[in-house]
Protein backbone atom coordinates (compact mmCIF):
# COMPACT_ATOMS: atom_id res chain seq x y z
CA UNK A 1 0.00 0.00 0.00
CA UNK A 2 1.45 3.40 -0.71
CA UNK A 3 2.57 5.28 2.37
CA UNK A 4 0.00 8.39 3.50
CA UNK A 5 1.07 11.87 2.22
CA UNK A 6 1.89 13.32 6.14
CA UNK A 7 2.80 16.65 4.38
CA UNK A 8 -0.32 18.63 4.83
CA UNK A 9 -0.70 17.75 8.54
CA UNK A 10 2.71 18.99 8.81
CA UNK A 11 2.18 22.09 7.03
CA UNK A 12 -1.07 23.02 9.13
CA UNK A 13 0.73 22.24 12.54
CA UNK A 14 4.18 24.06 11.85
CA UNK A 15 1.65 26.96 10.08
CA UNK A 16 -0.43 26.72 13.25
CA UNK A 17 2.54 27.50 15.69
CA UNK A 18 4.13 30.38 14.02
CA UNK A 19 1.07 31.78 13.20
CA UNK A 20 -0.16 31.51 17.14
CA UNK A 21 3.50 32.74 17.91
CA UNK A 22 4.62 35.50 15.22
CA UNK A 23 1.51 36.36 13.58
CA UNK A 24 0.03 35.85 9.99
CA UNK A 25 2.25 39.08 8.17
CA UNK A 26 5.61 38.36 9.65
CA UNK A 27 5.43 34.46 8.78
CA UNK A 28 6.53 33.22 5.75
CA UNK A 29 6.07 30.26 3.31
CA UNK A 30 9.79 29.50 3.32
CA UNK A 31 9.80 29.48 7.27
CA UNK A 32 6.89 27.04 7.09
CA UNK A 33 8.19 25.14 4.54
CA UNK A 34 11.10 24.50 6.56
CA UNK A 35 9.85 24.04 9.53
CA UNK A 36 7.58 21.10 8.10
CA UNK A 37 9.90 19.57 6.09
CA UNK A 38 8.00 19.99 3.23
CA UNK A 39 8.52 21.05 -0.36
CA UNK A 40 7.29 24.10 -2.57
CA UNK A 41 5.14 21.81 -4.79
CA UNK A 42 3.69 19.71 -1.94
CA UNK A 43 2.47 22.94 -0.48
CA UNK A 44 1.14 23.98 -3.69
CA UNK A 45 -0.26 20.60 -4.09
CA UNK A 46 -2.35 20.96 -1.11
CA UNK A 47 -3.16 24.62 -0.97
CA UNK A 48 -3.32 25.87 -4.76
CA UNK A 49 -3.58 29.41 -3.48
CA UNK A 50 -0.71 29.44 -1.09
CA UNK A 51 -0.60 31.31 2.86
CA UNK A 52 -4.37 31.92 2.67
CA UNK A 53 -5.59 29.05 1.78
CA UNK A 54 -3.16 27.73 4.34
CA UNK A 55 -3.90 30.29 7.05
CA UNK A 56 -7.50 29.00 6.41
CA UNK A 57 -6.80 25.56 7.19
CA UNK A 58 -5.29 26.32 10.21
CA UNK A 59 -8.19 27.81 11.66
CA UNK A 60 -10.32 25.59 10.50
CA UNK A 61 -8.39 22.66 11.44
CA UNK A 62 -7.72 24.47 15.40
CA UNK A 63 -11.33 25.80 15.57
CA UNK A 64 -13.16 21.77 14.92
CA UNK A 65 -10.92 21.12 17.09
CA UNK A 66 -11.45 23.50 20.13
CA UNK A 67 -15.05 23.24 19.29
CA UNK A 68 -15.32 19.56 19.50
CA UNK A 69 -13.16 19.41 22.52
CA UNK A 70 -15.92 21.87 24.17
CA UNK A 71 -18.72 20.33 23.28
CA UNK A 72 -17.61 17.18 25.20
CA UNK A 73 -17.12 18.96 28.19
CA UNK A 74 -20.00 20.58 28.20
CA UNK A 75 -22.22 17.32 27.31
CA UNK A 76 -21.32 16.49 30.80
CA UNK A 77 -22.76 17.19 34.10
CA UNK A 78 -20.38 19.94 35.20
CA UNK A 79 -21.05 23.79 35.27
CA UNK A 80 -20.56 25.39 32.78
CA UNK A 81 -18.79 27.86 34.77
CA UNK A 82 -16.47 25.28 35.72
CA UNK A 83 -15.90 24.27 32.40
CA UNK A 84 -15.12 27.69 31.60
CA UNK A 85 -13.14 28.01 33.99
CA UNK A 86 -10.93 25.10 33.06
CA UNK A 87 -10.85 26.74 29.46
CA UNK A 88 -9.50 29.37 31.01
CA UNK A 89 -6.91 27.59 33.06
CA UNK A 90 -5.12 25.39 29.80
CA UNK A 91 -4.64 29.29 28.19
CA UNK A 92 -3.42 30.28 31.54
CA UNK A 93 -0.81 27.78 31.01
CA UNK A 94 0.22 27.77 27.34
CA UNK A 95 1.13 31.17 28.25
CA UNK A 96 3.04 30.76 31.20
CA UNK A 97 5.01 28.21 29.24
CA UNK A 98 5.56 30.41 26.31
CA UNK A 99 4.52 34.16 26.45
CA UNK A 100 3.72 34.04 23.00
CA UNK A 101 1.41 30.95 23.01
CA UNK A 102 -2.58 31.43 23.78
CA UNK A 103 -5.54 31.20 21.40
CA UNK A 104 -4.57 29.17 18.03
CA UNK A 105 -7.24 31.62 16.40
CA UNK A 106 -7.04 35.21 17.74
CA UNK A 107 -3.82 36.15 16.04
CA UNK A 108 -4.58 35.20 12.59
CA UNK A 109 -8.19 36.84 13.15
CA UNK A 110 -6.99 39.89 14.18
CA UNK A 111 -4.50 40.42 11.08
CA UNK A 112 -7.14 38.84 8.74
CA UNK A 113 -9.67 41.67 9.33
CA UNK A 114 -7.56 43.50 6.09
CA UNK A 115 -5.30 40.75 5.30
CA UNK A 116 -7.53 38.41 3.89
CA UNK A 117 -11.70 37.31 3.72
CA UNK A 118 -10.62 33.78 3.13
CA UNK A 119 -8.96 33.38 6.64
CA UNK A 120 -11.10 36.24 8.14
CA UNK A 121 -14.39 33.77 7.38
CA UNK A 122 -12.54 30.80 8.89
CA UNK A 123 -11.50 32.84 11.75
CA UNK A 124 -15.33 34.06 12.26
CA UNK A 125 -16.71 30.47 11.96
CA UNK A 126 -14.21 29.62 14.54
CA UNK A 127 -15.97 31.92 16.73
CA UNK A 128 -19.42 31.27 15.78
CA UNK A 129 -18.63 27.57 16.66
CA UNK A 130 -17.55 28.18 20.20
CA UNK A 131 -20.24 30.50 21.31
CA UNK A 132 -23.01 27.92 19.32
CA UNK A 133 -21.43 25.36 21.98
CA UNK A 134 -21.84 27.24 24.89
CA UNK A 135 -25.71 28.59 23.43
CA UNK A 136 -26.94 25.29 22.83
CA UNK A 137 -25.82 24.19 26.50
CA UNK A 138 -27.53 27.15 27.95
CA UNK A 139 -30.45 26.67 26.13
CA UNK A 140 -30.65 22.68 27.27
CA UNK A 141 -30.57 24.19 30.85
CA UNK A 142 -33.66 26.35 29.76
CA UNK A 143 -31.92 29.30 28.89
CA UNK A 144 -34.16 31.66 26.93
CA UNK A 145 -33.20 31.32 23.28
CA UNK A 146 -31.88 35.29 22.81
CA UNK A 147 -30.22 35.30 25.93
CA UNK A 148 -27.99 32.00 26.01
CA UNK A 149 -26.92 33.19 22.65
CA UNK A 150 -26.13 36.70 24.10
CA UNK A 151 -24.38 35.49 27.17
CA UNK A 152 -22.20 32.58 24.60
CA UNK A 153 -20.95 35.67 22.96
CA UNK A 154 -20.18 37.74 25.72
CA UNK A 155 -18.31 34.46 27.05
CA UNK A 156 -16.12 34.00 24.24
CA UNK A 157 -15.73 37.81 23.72
CA UNK A 158 -14.37 37.98 27.72
CA UNK A 159 -12.02 35.14 26.80
CA UNK A 160 -10.80 36.02 24.13
CA UNK A 161 -10.09 39.46 25.04
CA UNK A 162 -8.84 38.61 28.47
CA UNK A 163 -5.85 36.66 26.51
CA UNK A 164 -5.07 39.76 24.12
CA UNK A 165 -4.05 41.26 27.85
CA UNK A 166 -2.85 38.83 29.23
CA UNK A 167 -0.27 37.99 25.89
CA UNK A 168 0.63 41.80 25.83
CA UNK A 169 1.35 42.08 29.60
CA UNK A 170 2.80 38.44 29.60
CA UNK A 171 1.34 37.57 32.35
CA UNK A 172 -2.38 35.57 33.21
CA UNK A 173 -3.87 38.45 35.55
CA UNK A 174 -6.61 39.51 32.82
CA UNK A 175 -7.41 35.74 32.45
CA UNK A 176 -7.62 35.19 36.21
CA UNK A 177 -9.82 37.82 35.95
CA UNK A 178 -11.84 37.18 33.11
CA UNK A 179 -13.04 33.70 35.55
CA UNK A 180 -15.29 35.51 37.99
CA UNK A 181 -16.61 37.95 35.19
CA UNK A 182 -17.60 34.68 33.28
CA UNK A 183 -19.50 33.20 36.34
CA UNK A 184 -21.02 36.52 36.50
CA UNK A 185 -22.35 36.08 32.78
CA UNK A 186 -23.42 32.93 33.52
CA UNK A 187 -25.57 33.31 36.81
CA UNK A 188 -29.05 32.31 36.60
CA UNK A 189 -31.45 34.26 38.76
CA UNK A 190 -32.93 33.06 41.38
CA UNK A 191 -36.92 33.95 40.50
CA UNK A 192 -37.62 30.21 39.00
CA UNK A 193 -34.46 29.50 37.64
CA UNK A 194 -34.78 32.34 34.47
CA UNK A 195 -31.95 34.36 33.54
CA UNK A 196 -32.88 38.13 33.53
CA UNK A 197 -31.18 40.64 31.51
CA UNK A 198 -30.19 43.26 33.78
CA UNK A 199 -28.84 45.62 31.43
CA UNK A 200 -32.30 46.99 30.64
CA UNK A 201 -33.62 49.98 32.03
CA UNK A 202 -35.30 50.07 35.37
CA UNK A 203 -38.15 52.14 33.36
CA UNK A 204 -38.22 49.09 30.58
CA UNK A 205 -38.36 46.47 33.56
CA UNK A 206 -41.46 48.01 35.47
CA UNK A 207 -43.47 48.63 32.04
CA UNK A 208 -42.85 44.72 31.69
CA UNK A 209 -43.77 43.93 35.20
CA UNK A 210 -47.31 46.07 34.79
Known sequence: MPRPDRSRAALIEKAATLFRRQGYAATGLNQILAEAGVKPGSLYHHFPQGKQQLAAAVVDTAGTGIEQLLRRFLATDRPVADIVDRWIDVLAAGLAGDHRDGCPIEPIATESVNASAEVRAASARAFMGWSAAIEGRLRSEGWPAAQAEQVAVAVISLIEGALILSRTAGDAVALNAAKP??????????????????????AQEQSNEG
Open 181 to 202: AARALLHRAADGGVWVDRTRAP
